[in-house]
């Protein structure tokens, strides 16, 4: 008799609560729908954003090294920007910060090794600051970037 009376119970809770999980049915369906469409109205900004947080340079500036040395000698930049150094000459050189043998002052723009001719080698200057520079191969050759 008392478990006539819990199944009783049981079906008549069983079918109150079925008529209000309707609405909260399509009220999380509507939900979902929103929460999609947000997700995918935002993907497009974050995208964008993530580029932006990357270290892309805001501009870029080229050095040229030839028989005569670095031109132009001391570069002004702003931060952010990506400097390319160029080969032109015969010979190959190889751009690395001073003090020279060591390279210890800002070893992070150091050249891997030495350009050929027509070869180029960028660095980004992302900290205001004088950076200098030489030839490893030729140390005479010397340059000096400024970034502001
Ligand atoms: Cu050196």
């Known amino acids: ?25 399509i009220s999380v369906a509507a939900l979902l729908v929103i929460g999609i469409l947000a997700v995918t109205l935002k993907s497009p900004d974050e995208k964008s954003s993530n580029q932006t947080s990357q270290t892309i340079p805001t501009s870029s500036s080229e050095i040229t090294i030839s028989n005569q040395g670095f031109t132009p000698q001391t570069l002004r930049i702003k ?20 003090p020279h043998p060591t390279h210890t002052a800002y070893p992070d723009m150091n ?26 191969i030729n140390p005479k050759f010397t340059g000096t970037i400024v970034v502001e």
């Open 1 to 25: 008799m008392q478990e006539d009376n819990s199944e009783a119970q049981a079906t008549q809770e069983n079918g109150s609560s079925k008529l209000p999980l309707i609405p909260i049915i």
């Open 79 to 98: 931060a952010g920007t990506q400097v390319t150094w160029k080969n032109t000459d015969k010979k190959p050189h190889h751009i690395v910060s001073d």
């Open 111 to 136: 050249d891997q090794e030495a350009l050929n001719t027509n070869e180029s080698y960028a660095f980004v200057f992302d900290s205001a600051g004088t950076y200098t520079y030489h030839d490893h």
